[in-house]
């Protein structure tokens, strides 16, 4: 580790292609490429190679100290054996034919090595095309810092950094379907899209159909244990030492039915620039919910109530702590003893109405949204947006969409006054 830690700091861009694509790489082969990637790139810095047909001639020459930046010191016989082996690694690319078909096919990284038993030196070529996605990359690319990538200890690190750095410029996601607006650096991945970058599904060999690889980590707490809590902890650890610019928290999405699998994964990227607020540690149960969503998201007028409801991306997202993703936002606008009377009164409706706890939860979560997104609420007093709730939508906008409500609570004088009565 001594040895990686002393790689220099250099930035390298890399295409969203190669970031986007399987992970199908140990870790230490995605140093090597890494490693080999810094130096394509300044030899065709020195040497201007931007035309394809010179890129035959690109020969990396490793030493063994090269090869020690690699793998370490004490496994350059073993580092030597995975810059050889790196000729089988495929990766997958599509292209457009010259009369616009479409073209599935697969290219080595490395089509060439050469050792030299009197220098003991290495000669590695990458294949012609994998350099478009490695050199004069202008459109679509990603910066990563090559000391960074290498020094971090699993493959699962490695691709979870990559992700970080893609989305941690001014990345902003909008969900077309619900018209959710995350907020800046939070990317949501479809959990498919997901197990492919991480290489997870089982691979069947195109012509037999012969299972060659077994499926791994088949649903999203085996995902979160053995890939996205390893690869946290260890890029919040380079980021308080300086050894890495970002790091992430994350959240399941939406899942696929009540009760149903995950359909996707929040990544919540901080950066030197966009830093974490508030506790600055990675997120635990019993944290403020990681407010994920813009205040003021556009919805489309057409859906009903229940539609936008079922649309909610929180419907069933936290279902660990809706209530308290509830009481949060009671809070945006009431005092704490309002917000408490609130929150138990609509876990008392759930029950007298025969409700389930979680859908009168999200009714309430929906009528306020539904409120905030009003012009005249966004640009009122605190006073009237207070009033509005508890003597409007609480018992009102309830009613109307989903058929109950809760009264406005009694003050020690309407108390007083019942009693004289």
Partial sequence: MSDLMRIQHEKVRRSNFLINSAMDC??????????????????????NLGVPDNWKDLYIHLDDKDIAKIGGTKNIPHTYNVLKNLERRLIYIS?????GEHINGCAHWIDSFFFNKETCTCDVRLSPEIMPYLIDVKDNFTTLDIGTAMALSSKESQKMYEICCQY?????????????????????????????????DEKRNERTGKVERGSRYKNFNAIKSNILLKAQAE???????KASDVWFDFLPGPRKGRGGKVSSILIV?????????????????????LDVYEDHFEQEETQTPRQRLHANPLYDTFSEC???????????YLSD????????????????????????????????????????????????????????????NLQREFGWHIDKRKTPDHLRKHRKR
């Avoid at 292209?95 to 009369?99: A, I, M, P």
């Avoid at 650096?185 to 492919?196: A, G, Y």
């Avoid at 890029?235 to 030492?241: A, I, P, R, V």
């Avoid at 990227?269 to 919910?289: A, T």
């Fill in 26 to 47: 140990s870790k230490v082969e995605k140093r090597a490429l890494y490693y080999i990637s810094l130096i394509v790139k300044k030899q065709f810095e020195e040497k």
């Fill in 95 to 99: 292209k457009r034919g010259r009369n």
């Fill in 168 to 200: 941690s410029g001014n990345y902003r996601h909008t969900e077309k379907e619900t018209g959710f607006v995350y907020k800046k650096n939070i990317v949501s991945i479809p959990i498919d899209r997901f197990r492919t970058i991480f290489n997870l």
């Fill in 235 to 241: 890029l919040y650890m380079f980021y308080k030492e």
């Fill in 269 to 289: 990227v901080y950066s030197r620039e966009n830093p974490k607020k508030g506790l600055d540690r990675p997120w635990q149960k019993g944290d403020d919910p």
């Fill in 322 to 332: 809706q209530e308290q993703v509830l009481l949060q936002l009671l809070k945006k």
């Fill in 337 to 396: 003893d309002e917000a408490g009377y609130y929150l138990r009164m609509t876990l008392y409706e759930a029950r007298k109405g025969n409700y389930r706890t979680a859908d009168a939860v999200m009714q309430m979560i929906q009528v306020i949204q539904d409120k905030e997104k009003q012009k005249k609420i966004r640009e009122s007093t605190a006073a009237y947006k207070r009033n509005n709730l508890v003597n409007y939508v609480f018992r009102v």
